[in-house]
């Protein structure tokens, strides 16, 4: 029926007419509408469609609010008389809401880093849609099949690269990428422009994005710089544009991009990135993107499979952080059932202190369920409030959140959508956790009792009383297992920084030489040209000593043994390096100018592993595809890590002559020379040698040190605010305790009572408390403890300098949180307590 | 023994009676029917609103049934409610007509009946 007013009739009914019955009933109304019509013309059946429906609509509203507005009037009367209740004496309510919005705070940013790290797809257009797969060279093969094989939206490459940038002096994470990377991640520049099409095709123009962090770290965030030329890895290149600070690909650290044609000639891994059309099933794009991979890639001989096809920027951060995160995310729920404890015992004394009016209440007819209903509502507001709170106090939290995580992921960390949902939802579930038992224990009301006006009823009901000494006996066991926890944490971390390296690698330069092959194209040469380097190297005026190498330490790069499942790093060095990083040889020799990769040194742990009962000198061993004849053994170089595979034995080979890349290690006198002066002096070694600095030995240590670090760090905020809340709490219940408890302990005293029993009295059970709550808490420390093995490092769970810390800690807060208590028990004055009677 | 049957009011006794009618008639008994039913026998115009609620009122009491029924172009092909008077029903009407039965004995001359 094509009739405005019908239509406006037919949606005023289906919102008051029952659904049930609607569309019967409008059936009839249409039906008696087309009569009406033909009978007595359009105009007077719009005025009669208008009185039916009224009609309808009125008699609907008249049964409705004879049955269910009652209930919601109730509610708002509840939540009404509830403001007013809070506003009145809003302390305590204030304190449970600060309180809450710890806890909701510290778990919404913990949400936010586990949310970004595992759990959001990438930030980007059609995010969970996105894969990549790396190979080992740039394969436009790979990326036609792809385009072809109608699986695909877009498919774009990029490989990553360091910009050196001759201006500022300063090397960029940068990447090459084609231009379409940025319309099919669905990125805009904050400035300026993306790459055209033409631009990745060589020489047509030099052009380069940058990101906002550096364009205002670097650049003083000056406008004018799209459009400036920047020389850039020796070449002259114009800013095109400016990305958003929150654009980080293809990594996170990634703040320049280059335009990149992907030629099968170049060497050097690229990845291909793919937008899956919407539909397609991911298991069908991993088989058939398999298959081309296997067709069209030129994957190396010994290489079995493809390469995997990842989700993109959902890249696994790895086991050892997904569970790291996981242990954190444990972490703060046990925090946050620490603070809702303590909530939940401020809540009993609340309710509790007002059971009169809960009695009288319960006396002129008001039900338990409604008087539970009225305490639900004001734990409600508290709750709401401490959401707020809590939501604003994360996004506090955020940038605190160490910055290792961020570098593992293309997300922003940050307090989203999902975060305020994650923490609206702990914030119902604390009302619900926290608010439950003091409703019922504070609605427990003996109306007569409270109506006699019975103000000095001497102490609490039992119930409440065992009810707040359990909240509080769990508080402290929680504080005390997180405590352990973080302690062990604390210790690993400690440990770590002071473990032995076995070698001395601080007030050692590295250099990474270049253009070797072009200097020294024959075997020969590359022989004599390294030797000339050393010599050089050796005689400038700051250097100590010198080394050649192809591997620097820590090396993270392993070869297989034949026959054994064991792996080992391999160090190709010559002679001086031993001597060079302060490696000991405990047995045999060091290198000689003649030996060949046919003789190796082994280190201590090799060769413990592989010949525990004899000489490991003259000894002969297949290592990758070569066999080796053991000339000497060294000292062990241990990485200090808590991802313990990565510390593996290792051995050592002759330098040789095929090397291309090459490490030039030196120890200095004093200053050491920069890159400029070492890149200069090289020069004239041989005009084409390259150099630059990478990153010291200290740095690669201290890299491996990050996650202990951030956890350690993470770990020990947590147990901080779980005995700070743990300690408040005992303080409030025992204020509590002992001011209810002011007559009595004046009786004792008028019965010649001494302070020191009545501060024995109060200790007691002060002391029963905390014992319980220790105990507990030790035996869930253990657990805790056990939990964490694989983050600890030279610390074991039943470490005694750990426990005896916690103990200690606990003891301390328990007796300061005391404290004030005890001193107000022995204060009592009985005559001014007679007095108010 | 049969539990007390409720006590009708007028509009609820003319609307049982109503369906009775039209199922005599073998006629179905939807909104529309029923409020022509009672219009064409009393000639009076029941509101929508009451109509509609009371039927609801009296399924709700186990007096009436409903099930869906057939359904027209005129209606926007929106199904019938085709109610049906349950033996409840049945039993509530007789109380109810036999109490006004009973009341009006003996009042034919001041009701000016025949």
Known sequence: ??????????????????????????????????????????????????????????????????????????????????????????????????????????????????????????????????????????????????????????????????????????????????????????????????????????????????????????????????????????????????????????????????????????????????????????????????????????????????????????????????????????????????????????????????????ALCAALGASRARLMRQAAAEHAIIAATGTALGVALAAGLVPAVPEYFLGRTLNPIDVDRRAVAAASILGAAAVFVAGLLPAWLGTRGDPAGAIRGSTHVGTESRAARAGSRALLVAQIALACSLLVGSALLARSFSNLVHADRGLRADGIVRVDLSGLDRAFPTPDAMGLGTDAIEAAAAAWPEIGAVALSREIPPNVRAVGLADSDVRADQYRVNAGFFALYGIPILRGRTFAPNDTEQEAIVGDRLAGLLWPDADPVGQRVVIGNTARRVIGVAGEIILPTVASELDRPEYYTPLGNASRTLFLNLRCRGACPDERAIRSRLAAVHPSIGARLVPSAEIEYLNHLRLPRAVAEVGGVFAIVAVLTAAGGLFSVMTLAVGRRRREFGVRVALGASPAQLRRLVLRDVLGIVMTGGAVGAAGGWVVARGLASFHYGVSADDPVSWLGVLGTIAIAALAAAWRPILQAVRVDPVTLLREE | VAPAPASLGELETLLLLAVLHLAEGRHEAYGSAIRGEIRARTGREIPRGSLYVTLDRLEQKGLLASREGGTSAARGNRPKRVFKVTPAGVRAVRTAVAAVTRMRAGLRGVLGEA
């Not at chain 1, 913990?110 to 595992?118: A, E, R, Y």
């Not at chain 1, 790459?195 to 965030?221: C, K, M, N, Y």
């Not at chain 1, 990845?271 to 991911?282: A, D, L, Q, S, Y």
């Not at chain 1, 290489?303 to 951060?317: N, Q, S, W």
Request: positive net charge; hydrophobic residues 50%.
């Open chain 1, 1 to 358: 029926m094509r009739d405005p007013l019908w239509r406006l009739c037919e949606w005023r009914l289906r919102g008051s007419v029952p659904a049930a019955n609607a569309v019967s009933t409008i059936g009839d109304l249409a039906e008696d509408y087309a009569r009406v019509r033909t009978v007595r013309g359009k105009v007077r059946a719009w005025c009669w469609l208008a009185r039916e429906t009224a009609s309808l609509a009125r008699a609907y509203r008249a049964e409705r609010s004879s049955g269910t507005p009652r209930r919601r009037l109730a509610l708002a009367a509840d939540l009404r008389y509830a403001v007013r209740r809070t506003a009145a004496a809003p302390a305590t309510a204030l304190l449970c809401a600060l309180l809450l919005s710890a806890g909701i705070g510290l778990a919404t940013a913990m949400f936010g880093v586990v949310d970004s790290l595992l759990l959001r797809p990438a930030p980007f257009a059609g995010g969970d849609r996105l894969v990549e797969q790396g190979f080992f060279r740039p394969e436009p093969a790979v990326m036609d099949a792809w385009r072809d094989s109608g699986l695909f939206e877009a498919v774009e490459a990029g490989r990553v690269a360091s910009f050196d940038d001759e201006e500022t002096g300063r090397v960029w994470a940068g990447a090459f990428v084609t231009p379409g990377v940025f319309d099919m991640l669905g990125v805009r520049p904050l400035y300026g422009g993306v790459f055209l099409p033409d631009d990745a095709r060589t020489g047509s123009r030099d052009v380069v994005i940058v990101s906002e962090t550096i364009w205002r770290s670097a650049f003083g965030a000056d406008p004018a710089l799209v459009g400036r030329r920047l020389t850039i890895d020796g070449a002259v290149a114009t800013v095109v544009g400016i990305m958003p600070a929150a654009f980080r690909f293809p990594e996170p650290a990634t703040v320049a991009w280059k335009p990149f044609v992907p030629s099968p000639v170049e060497s050097g891994p690229a990845t291909i990135f793919g937008r899956v059309k919407p539909g397609v099933p991911r298991a069908e794009v991993e088989a058939r993107t398999a298959v081309i991979a296997k067709q069209a890639a030129r994957l190396p001989a010994r290489y079995r499979g493809t390469p995997p096809l990842h989700a993109l920027g959902g890249r696994d951060p790895g086991a050892f952080i997904r569970r790291a995160l996981w242990l954190l995310l444990g972490g703060v729920a046990l925090v946050f059932a620490v603070l809702c404890s303590n909530v939940s015992g401020l809540l009993i004394a609340r309710l509790f202190a007002r059971r009169r009016e809960f």
